[in-house]
Structures are given as structure tokens and as C-alpha cells.
């Protein structure tokens, strides 16, 4: 089966889409640098980071390389949180001025801060206002809305068959589904037989999301669920070939280094001064197996030059006595 093939796999409203394969949402990393790479290596779509309305009306400093994209990656999301219908919508039709591909709806982010006031996951407790937002979202906006649920707000409150019935019938023009409650936040295992429920009982695509870490691991769960595609979050981290159907752990140092050229440039272009020091934590992934000493860690973390810094990681991996693939 291939993944990521250029024919339309399937369509999110009039939107076709040209893959299976999908970067998920993460705050912090699939910002626009994170997201040209994935977008390089085969994921069909590209979805920004979660976006707080809340943000939009205040204007916060951080919002303009949150919102930034490049038309290469259409079809390109919007991403938007909150737990106010009508701060949402008002939102929703400012990022819409900014002519994404369509807007999708974060209704499973587990983090306290977020679902303990109601939004993310915390809509999960209600599923009235859950139609109510993607009602007015899709009547008040011309692009496609789409929403990431998770299975519930605990194991006592799996809801996932009634929010995503209320979803598809409220207009969303898909679904993707992480197959876990909001209390297991990442841990346990994924439930994939509830994606199957999901993809059974609705009419619009639904896309499969959790514990996916490999090509076989996303084709087992398109066998096993029927889902249209499959999104694939943190095994992407520090691992963009993951979308082309290899691993991190395959590569010669010479593609390692390559991407991490490519990715501190893409950062340092995008974010300017602070894209070094927020390319660390893509560091802690690329090198994995590499930073074996906190002062090699510490070292590599205070450099703020971003040809010394590459440099030093060249010499790093490089090093006859580390393992060829570490
Ligand atoms: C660091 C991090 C940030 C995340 N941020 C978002 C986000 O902004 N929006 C969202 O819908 N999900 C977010 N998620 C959840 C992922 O999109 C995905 O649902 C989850 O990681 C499960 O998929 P995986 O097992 O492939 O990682 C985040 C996950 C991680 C690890």
C-alpha cells in the first residue's frame, strides 16, 4: 500500500488530498520549519501549531510565526483552541483572512492549563457546545471545518460516538481521532478499535492518530481501523523520513547532518535571534544516542552561533568511537 501517493486518497470538503500520511498538530514543533520538512518527506497536509483565540483578540507577540505559512504547503489548517463559541468564531474569521486551506478545531489537548478551563479535551464534557461551535464555525466560514477529538474526558466518559456523530452532523467535513481519553493524556496505549467505531458509523473522512511510529505501524492501523489516513505525531520528532516510510535510526550520518543543516537553517530563517535556542529541543530528537554526557549536552545547548553550533554537531557525530547509527 502506498502512503503518501500523489492521486487524491480522499477529500476534506472540495479539498483533495493527495497522501495518507499526516504530521499532527504539536505545539511547539510543527511550526512552519517542522512542517516544510515533513511536507518534503511525503505528509499531505500541513496543520499548524493549536492556536489560542484568546491570542488572536490580544494580538500575542508570539502569533505571527504561528500563523505564518508557505503557499507549498497547501493544503495548509489553521489549528484553533478555546472554550468561547463566539470568541471562536471570531477568531476562526480572522485567521481566515490569512486564506488557509481550512480551519480545524483542537478538542482533545489534555494539558491542564487548557482542558481544565474547557477547551481542548475539556469540550469533550460537552457535547452541546460542541455541535454549537462547529455549527456556527461552518455557517459563518466558507473553508471546510474539520476537529481532533480524543475518546472522552475519562475512561468512565468514552463519549467519542456521540461528539463524532454530533461533529458530522453539526458540518465538519472530517475528523481525526487520537484513541485515548483525556486522562491517560500520552500514556497506556492507543485504543485503535475505537477509530473503527468512529470510521464505522460516520459518513465523512476520519483520520487515525496515536502510537503510530513507522509505515507498518500506520498501514496496520488503516487495515485495522478503515480510517482515510493517519497522523503521525511524536515518532516524527527528529525522524521527517519516518513520512517516506524509513527511520531515523537508517540513516547514513551524512543525511542526519543534511537535515539538521536544513532544519537549524529553516529555523534560524523563520525565528531569527531565538531560532537556535528553539531548535534544542529538535536537537534532543536528531541526536539521540549522541548527547551520552550532560556536558556534551550543556555544550551543544549554549552555542547561539549557528555555523559554530553546526559545526560542533558535525564533530560530534563524526566521532570514530560512537556508534555508526546511534
Ligand atoms: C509536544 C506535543 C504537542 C502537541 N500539541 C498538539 C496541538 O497543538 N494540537 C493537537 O491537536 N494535538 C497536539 N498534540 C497531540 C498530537 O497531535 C497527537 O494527537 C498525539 O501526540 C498522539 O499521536 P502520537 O502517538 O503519534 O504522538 C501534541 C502532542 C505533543 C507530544
Known sequence: ??????????????????????????????????????????????????????????GHPHLISQITFSETERPFAYQIFDDNPERMLEGALKLRERNPDYIDINMGCSARNVANRGAGAGLLKDPLKIGRIVESLVKHLDVPI???????????????????????????????VHARHRKQQFSGSAWWDAIAEVKSQLSIPVIGNGDVKS????????????????????????????????????????????????????NVEHYQKIGIVLFR????????????????????????????????????????????NA
Not at 147 to 175: H, M
Open 1 to 58: 500500500m502506498s502512503l503518501n501517493h500523489t492521486a487524491t486518497a480522499f477529500s476534506i470538503g472540495p479539498i483533495p488530498i493527495h497522501g495518507k500520511l499526516i504530521l499532527a498538530p504539536m505545539d511547539g514543533y510543527s511550526d512552519l520549519p517542522m512542517r516544510l520538512i515533513a511536507r518534503q518527506f511525503g505528509s499531505c497536509i500541513s496543520i499548524s501549531e493549536f492556536i489560542n483565540t484568546i491570542d488572536i483578540k490580544q
Open 146 to 176: 474539520t476537529v481532533k477529538i480524543r475518546l472522552g474526558w475519562d475512561v468512565t466518559t468514552l463519549n467519542y460516538l456521540e461528539t463524532s456523530r454530533i461533529i458530522e452532523e453539526s458540518g465538519a467535513s472530517a475528523i481525526a
Open 215 to 266: 509505515l507498518a505501524d500506520a498501514e496496520r492501523m488503516m487495515a485495522l481501523t478503515g480510517c482515510d489516513a493517519v497522523m503521525i505525531g511524536r515518532a516524527a520528532l527528529g525522524n521527517p523520513w519516518i513520512f517516506s516510510g524509513s527511520q531515523r535510526e537508517e540513516q547514513t550520518k551524512t543525511e542526519l547532518l543534511r537535515m539538521i543543516e536544513s532544519h537549524l537553517h529553516l
Open 281 to 324: 529541543k529538535h536537537l534532543t530528537h536528531y541526536l539521540r544516542g549522541y548527547l551520552t554526557t550532560p556536558q556534551i549536552r550543556r555544550h551543544i545547548y549554549s552555542i547561539e552561533n549557528e555555523s559554530e553550533l553546526y559545526e560542533t554537531i558535525c564533530n560530534l557525530v563524526n566521532q570514530p568511537d560512537l556508534m555508526e
